[in-house]
């Protein structure tokens, strides 16, 4: 072989995902260096580390499907969990907004009104918006920290196991 066999397509999309994948998430660790905030590190090592696996795949030892699902799950349980964490703001003369979701917010509501009070009141009485965006970025770095966290996991149980079979039973 001369290097130059075909690959299949899943490949193909499989490395140049991974690779987008590792190029923004270092992107995004760099540009972020001058304040460090757990969203930015998060968001940062999950899409390099997810990268980072996506590009390995062939090297590790373990099921696509258990990991494609697992990490399936771990992406919209954690986005579901995200939405625990709220915030909520005053501002301007006097506009009031809350959102909910991390590492990005994706339910929002908010109002403008003559009093803080009043803006407050307003934006609870209006009705939450998502944005489909916001969203759907929210559950790939999601994923993307549970594709992680299963592999290494796995990898770790099969160290583990690996380990006990060459050293025996403990006395």
Known sequence: MTGTENI???RGV???VGLLSLTAGLFW???NLSGVYPRDVF???ALAGGGLVL????RLPLSGRLVSAAAGVIGLGGTAAGLTARSAEICCMFAYREGRGWPYEWLGRGAVAETPGEAQRLAAAQGWEWSASALFVDVTVWAYAGLMVIVVGGLARRAARRRAETTGPAV
Do not use: K
């Open 29 to 31: 660790l760099l540009m």
């Open 8 to 10: 299949s397509v899943s």
């Open 43 to 45: 968001v940062g090592v």
């Open 14 to 16: 499989r490395l140049t």
């Open 55 to 58: 590009l390995l795949w062939r």
